[in-house]
């Protein structure tokens, strides 16, 4: 996605035209327009002076925006300019205005004293007005010139209607001065002065003042809803110590380049995404996860830019600088969120393109009903007025975007990323949640849960001889193993004629003993296994757990049990979740035994095993007939189920925030931010709903009164005046609206609802295009034959081709599997069926 800077829009109508103007542009597939960045995200072949000419022949300035994300600055179109511009102009306002409504108002209804030349001369007042209130819209001209530009290139907007209605007031008063003037002229003071209450100058000024007053209160709280990606763009570091020909330099941050080598010391910021090579810290890592605790690091652990070295000295070789880093990478992430729009803001956006068009004819029918009914021109013309200035196309045209913003904020500050404007409002509409088991359930790394020695063999002589082993493999069963016994400080045996046979064990002689570890089948070729320790093995591998038995010299040692154990807050987020209404369904390759303990575990409503990568897709497919669906998982592995998903949330990303796959990126590794990612976006469409509801309830009340519509009703009548008041608090209001999503706390229950339509999830089959079984039993190619038969019998099974001496089927897929009919399928033709195979 390209994106620009536009400038010249003052409300949804500009933005809409704009809109308009590039997306018929040849060769863009999609233009999304933000009127509160003044930003332009456009996606296609055309070219970025086709796209800025277009722009400029609708009326409005364009420019390509810098390539780098802008980390190390503040300024662009995040920095604020038009607040001090508006307040000066304000302040110049005020005084005129002033002194005007003490020559209107203060004299000739309370009597305020006049210098000579002005008391008692009509004529004189109005000219002194009229020199006022043209000093007021020479320093508020922008609305004319805006206005008339809009009107030229035929899309009238709001400044139209400002400009509108304080021209018309004071043309009017001239008109009228002109009559003063020639009434005075003739003697007749006691007819100039009734003539002068159809001056309208104060209201002409008045009018400019009051919608510059709601400029400013609005560009005061825009610039409230972009705080949170000001804070991440001061994050980034200034300066950087590296290290250039054997010494330390201090260098600009935006000069690290990758391969360089700098050093941090406590107190400092970590200049770019790098690798500790030397030395150990803590480091706080809030900045870009929102967890607070600091995170230990030493050589070999990732370290991120913007991240605060906490009390070591480290030394890091730089990986990704610039705009590759982390946080350049969430700050892309959060401005190109902005820069979309969301699906909810068309609405908006069909009612902005005709709204000012039909203002202005709503104002003029005023006009002539009230004339047609014997109403003065004077009094017509005020209802006329009184329309124009109270008519809000920016409320409606604010109602999303800044909602959107202030919601991607939140998230950010919580590591929760979205993508897309898109991805914030549809995430809150999930009712069903699949979640990848490893990684995203569970820690996604093995670890030893249990130690049972035998024959006599105690805990701290098992773990040593299974350590002295398992060092020198590296299977991820083992470095659970080796990362236990390191951690309690375990000594070693010295080792020798290591073998490692795949699949089933390894092999060596340590301390002068022949030492085996495996599995069962292995280990019984080493030494007798006892009733009592198969009855322990069964048990731990019925609890999801891998048992690995330890054998030295014929004797058995005992066994030491792996497993990939849940997070701590997995069960906790699923309950979140559930308690929401959302269905949870746990999708993984794992067999069948072990997914169904961990889901047990982790409180899940389905559990689907024995899918493949592959096969995760056709299982979303089938989910999403009966809801709409969230996948979650580690956006690598489960790209395609991410993609096939209505919305694709990647889990544990904190180092690579850019994956293409997920519409939602999650910093931390904590399942809880799936909930608190769902609990946002419900609280933004909630605000985006509510602001969307006052911009059209304002408007429809506020028209029909400026056009005195209820007059004869209750005699209510509204002043041009108020008018423009009211119009400058509903973008305001608006505005505040949405920042009360800054006290959104993300993680708390308290406010949850369940879903009104929940889903009742119903069977859904194990998918894969290519699937591998284990089958136990088969002896020879007879056996296999005997198989393949009964395999290939089954509807869904394309191909079979067993094998005897690995125990194992490969399949090939016509339709996803039913594993009840494979296993019913392997047993009737008189074999073992022991689970389909990751």
């Known amino acids: 996605m390209e994106q620009y800077n536009v400038t010249g829009m003052s409300c949804a109508a500009c933005s809409a035209r704009v809109e308009k103007a590039v997306g018929s542009v040849e060769g863009v597939t999609s233009c999304a327009v933000s009127l509160l960045t003044n930003s332009m995200g456009v996606e296609g072949t055309a070219t970025p002076q086709e796209i800025i000419a277009a722009v400029e022949r609708a009326g409005y300035g364009a420019s390509l925006k810098g390539a780098k994300p802008e980390t190390s ?302 109403q003065s021109f004077g009094y017509a013309l005020a209802r006329g007025i009184s329309v124009l200035v109270i008519s809000c196309p920016c409320a409606l045209g604010l109602a999303t975007p800044v909602a959107i913003m202030v919601g991607n904020g939140v998230g950010a500050r919580g590591g929760i990323l979205f993508k897309t404007a898109v991805s914030l409002e549809e995430t809150g509409r999930a009712q069903v949640a699949v979640l990848d088991k490893t990684g995203t359930i569970t820690a996604g790394e093995p670890v030893v849960t249990d130690i049972i020695g035998a024959d006599g063999t105690d805990e701290p002589e098992l773990l040593r001889t299974a350590y002295s082993l398992e060092k020198l493999s590296e299977h991820p069963l083992a470095k659970a193993v080796v990362s236990l016994a390191e951690e309690r400080g375990v000594p070693t045996y010295e080792a020798a004629d290591f073998e490692a046979v795949a699949g089933s064990g390894l092999r060596a002689v340590i301390g002068g003993r022949t030492v085996a570890g495996g599995n069962l089948r292995y280990i019984r070729e080493f030494a007798e296994v006892g009733s009592e320790i198969q009855t322990a093995a069964d048990d731990l591998a019925e609890q999801g757990k891998t048992p690995l038995l330890f054998a030295a010299d014929g004797k058995l040692l005992g066994i030491i049990a792996v497993a990939d154990v849940i997070k701590p807050d997995s069960a906790e987020a699923v309950r979140e979740l559930r308690d929401m209404g959302i269905k949870v369904v746990m999708l993984t390759g794992d067999n069948e035994k072990t997914a169904r303990t961990v889901g047990r575990q982790a409180g899940v409503d389905k559990v689907i095993a024995g899918v493949l990568p592959n096969g995760k897709e056709a299982v979303i497919r089938g989910l999403q007939k009966q809801g709409r669906v969230v996948m979650v998982g580690d956006g690598i592995n489960d790209a395609p189920a991410l993609t096939r998903a209505d919305m694709g949330i990647a889990i544990g990303a904190g180092t690579d925030v850019a994956i293409d796959a997920a519409d939602v990126v999650l910093m931390k590794s904590s399942l809880r931010d799936v909930p608190a990612a769902i609990r946002l976006s419900r609280a933004t469409l909630r605000n985006i709903k509510q602001n969307l509801f006052w911009a059209f309830f304002y408007n429809f009340i506020g028209i029909p009164l400026a056009a005195g519509a209820y007059v004869s009703l209750f005699g209510w009548e509204l002043d041009p005046m108020f008018g423009a008041a009211a119009m400058s608090l509903s973008s305001f209001f608006v505005v505040t609206n949405a920042l009360r999503l800054n006290l959104v706390d993300i993680h708390s229950t308290k406010h949850d609802k369940r879903l009104k339509t929940a889903v009742e999830l119903t069977d859904t089959e194990v998918g894969s295009e290519r699937m591998t079984i284990a089958v136990k039993g088969m002896m020879c190619q007879h056996c296999e034959a005997r198989v393949k038969s009964a395999l290939e019998s089954l509807a869904f099974v394309e191909t079979a081709a067993p094998d005897h001496k690995t125990g194992r089927a490969e399949l090939e897929l016509r339709a996803p599997a039913d594993e009840k009919q494979l296993k019913k399928a392997v047993t009737g033709a008189g074999y073992k069926y022991v689970g389909i195979v990751r």
């Open 73 to 374: 600055r503040s300024e662009g179109v995040l920095a604020d300019s038009e607040t001090p511009a508006l307040i000066s102009r304000l302040a110049a306002s005020l005084i005129f205005l002033l002194i005007l409504m003490y020559i209107s108002m203060g004299h000739t209804m309370f009597g305020a004293p006049l210098p000579a030349f002005l008391d008692g001369s009509p004529a004189a007042l109005g000219l002194a007005e009229l020199l006022l209130a043209a000093a007021v819209m020479v320093m508020n001209q922008r609305f004319f010139i805006s206005g008339t530009r809009s009107v030229l290139h035929r899309s009238p907007n709001m400044d139209t209607l400002v400009a509108m209605g304080s021209g018309a007031s004071f043309a009017w008063s001239v008109y009228t001065l002109f009559k003063v003037i020639a009434v005075q002229s003739d003697g007749d003071i006691t007819v100039a002065k009734e003539l002068m209450n159809g001056y309208y100058f104060e209201s002409a000024a008045m009018i400019l003042t009051l919608i510059t007053v709601g400029k400013l209160l609005e560009s005061v709280s825009k610039g409230r809803t972009t705080d949170a990606l000001k804070s991440l763009i001061k994050l980034a570091p200034k300066t950087a110590c590296v290290i250039r020909d054997g010494a330390e330099v201090t260098v600009p941050a935006e000069e690290v380049r990758k391969g360089d080598i700098f050093v941090v010391r406590p107190g400092e910021s970590i200049p770019a995404d790098g690798i500790v090579i030397d030395g150990t810290s803590a480091v706080n890592e809030a900045s870009l996860t929102g967890e607070s605790i600091p995170v230990d690091k030493s050589a070999g652990d990732r370290v991120s830019a913007a991240t605060v070295n906490q009390s070591g000295f480290i030394k890091c070789e730089a990986a990704r600088v610039g705009e590759d880093t982390t946080l350049a990478q969430i700050i892309r992430t959060v401005s190109d969120a902005a820069a979309t729009k969301a699906p909810i803001a068309k609405t908006a956006d069909k009612v902005s393109g005709v709204f000012v068009p039909a203002v202005i004819l709503i104002a003029l029918v005023t006009i002539a009903i009230w004339l047609f009914v014997g």
